[in-house]
């Protein structure tokens, strides 16, 4: 995948200037990732900054009773692990591929000296505003949407609107992805089943014909 192309169709770096967006491209280098690998473990020194070029990547952090706890589903165009060039020289959250995935390695040292030329620098704190105000809707659509509303979002945000999905995530992945326990997922995926808006077997979702018209989809 073109790196350059990947940076400049990514929300988050829209309006970032072409230098920037070459100066990325220079440094970049890709990984690919099985399903269920470990790209870093929560803890772990950072060396790198990452951006998604294809798959999914799961961040989660460990919580004090030792249950893992999923703070969000990387999409594809989306920079992560990027707090290393700032707070601290260490990941706050593990990363692992959810499914076989490509990340492109940003090393830290040479983002380090590019932020020596100002117009780069400004480049990358706009870009992490974006994703600082990304983060803030993302808290607001936990609060405000039920559980229903979330997986429907959570459809759309990653795959489109459609009325075949073929998934790779597992009904646990997604529950924990849209702030849901895996049982309550449960209810709400046969209630869905019960009325005819929505089937998942194994690893496609099928939604009742003219679903995103006649139910005012998000």
Not at 152 to 171: A, N, P, Q, S
Request: some cysteine; charged content about 30%; proline content about 3%.
């Amino acid at each position: 995948m073109d790196i350059k192309k990947l940076l400049q169709q990514s929300e988050f770096f829209k309006g970032t200037s072409e230098y920037s967006i070459r100066a990325l491209s220079e440094i970049a280098f890709p990984k690919n990732l099985k399903k269920r690998e470990i790209l870093f473990v929560e803890g772990q020194k950072g060396h790198s900054v990452y951006l998604l070029a294809k798959g999914n990547i799961q961040l989660s952090k460990n919580s004090i009773n030792g249950k893992e706890v999923v703070i969000k589903i990387i999409i594809p165009g989306e920079i992560f692990g990027e707090v290393i060039m700032f707070e601290k020289d260490s990941y706050p959250v593990n990363a692992i591929a959810v499914r076989d995935s490509i990340v492109y390695l940003l090393p830290k040292h040479q983002i380090s000296c590019l932020f020596e030329k100002e117009s780069f620098r400004n480049d990358f704190i706009r870009m992490l505003m974006k994703k600082q105000r990304y983060l803030a809707e993302k808290i607001f659509y936990l609060s405000a949407y039920d559980v229903e509303e979330r997986l429907f979002k959570f459809l759309v945000e990653h795959y489109g609107k459609k009325e075949k999905y073929m998934i790779d995530l597992t009904k646990k992945d997604v529950a924990l992805a849209i702030g849901s326990m895996p049982e309550t997922m449960s209810r709400v995926l046969l209630r869905l089943k019960e009325r005819g808006t929505l089937a998942w077997k194994n690893k496609t979702i099928i939604l009742k014909t003219g679903f995103w018209e006649t139910e005012n989809g998000p």
